[in-house]
């Protein structure tokens, strides 16, 4: 199946970018839960209910394969014209990653980019207080890599 649109998904090593992926495209790309990374080269999908191409990278800062992965990474995004990047980002982890995500979004349009916040799940508190605690992480999110509120998603 040939689709127009294509999506990328980058971020760090560890933050569900394949789990991601894998929700979309009801495929099964190797994902785990360790601190290594288990993406090693581009993985491609089709979301069939959305009608886009999902673009799986490894990920940033892999200590053992740092170099090789930005190439892939680099290619990944040179070889395929994106409708959007979505950044993958662990809950309470962005100030680590603001730098890097900072300078990926000096290359394209705010418009063009989505956060993907991961496990938002574990949040803990109360509904009220977790509510309110998404609702300040979403905020500073906003002001850290100025981008509009409602470009970041929490799963």
């Known amino acids: 199946m040939m689709v127009e649109r294509h999506v990328i998904l980058l971020g760090k090593v560890g933050h569900g970018k394949s789990s991601i992926a894998n929700k979309l495209c009801g495929e099964s790309f190797e994902s785990n839960m360790s601190v290594g990374s288990c993406t090693r080269s581009i993985n491609k999908g089709i979301s069939l209910i959305?009608?886009?191409?999902?673009?799986?990278t490894p990920g940033?800062?892999?200590s053992d394969q740092a170099a090789e992965h930005a190439a892939i990474q680099k290619e990944a995004m040179e070889s395929t014209?994106?409708?959007?990047?979505?950044?993958?980002?662990?809950?309470?982890?962005a100030d680590e990653m603001a730098e890097t995500l900072n300078q990926l979004?000096?290359?394209c349009d705010d418009d063009d980019v989505c956060v993907i916040v991961t496990f938002a799940d574990?949040?803990?508190g109360n509904d009220e207080s977790a509510e309110t605690d998404i609702f300040a992480i979403q905020k500073r999110l906003s002001l850290l890599l100025e981008i509009e509120m409602s470009n970041i998603i929490f799963v």
């Open 60 to 62: 940033f800062f892999a």
């Open 105 to 107: 979004m000096d290359f």
């Open 50 to 56: 959305h009608q886009f191409g999902v673009i799986d």
């Open 122 to 124: 574990t949040v803990e």
């Open 81 to 93: 014209e994106l409708s959007a990047i979505l950044l993958v980002v662990k809950i309470g982890r």
